[in-house]
């Protein structure tokens, strides 16, 4: 069994950043692609960014450059820095994983979710 918890959501100022992470506990033995998503009220869930164990990344065209995906997998631990917040970016944020477990099996986990408020 595994787990997933996302942190660091809040309020920001237009032009504020803000760090979400995402800590994976439980039987984790290793972590593929990491990835975050959000779903703003009325909306879609959508692809934010994903980092592979190879650390390659990619990112939705409204967060490039300005979103920076990373993680530690040491801590099993993933990270979304977010700069330059606009108010459009306000939504619920969802970390996802897809986790080896110590018995060799492949969970794709969600975390509960972060909410980010940009506003002034």
């Known amino acids: 069994q595994v787990q997933l918890v996302e942190s660091g959501g809040g309020l920001v100022q237009p032009g504020g950043s803000l760090r979400l992470s995402c800590v994976a506990s439980?039987?984790?033995?290793?972590?593929?692609?990491m990835g975050w998503y959000r779903q703003a009220p009325g909306k879609q869930r959508e692809l934010v960014a994903t980092i592979t164990s190879g650390r390659r990344t990619s990112y939705a065209d409204s967060v490039e450059g300005r979103f920076t995906i990373s993680r530690d997998n040491a801590k099993n631990t993933g990270y979304l820095q977010m700069n330059s917040l606009r108010p459009e970016d306000t939504a619920v944020y969802y970390c996802?994983?897809?986790?080896?477990?110590?018995?060799?099996?492949?969970?794709?986990?969600w975390g509960q979710g972060t909410q980010v408020t940009v506003s002034s």
């Open positions: 996802n994983a897809a986790i080896i477990t110590f018995a060799a099996n492949l969970i794709v986990a």
């Open positions: 439980g039987s984790v033995s290793s972590i593929s692609t």
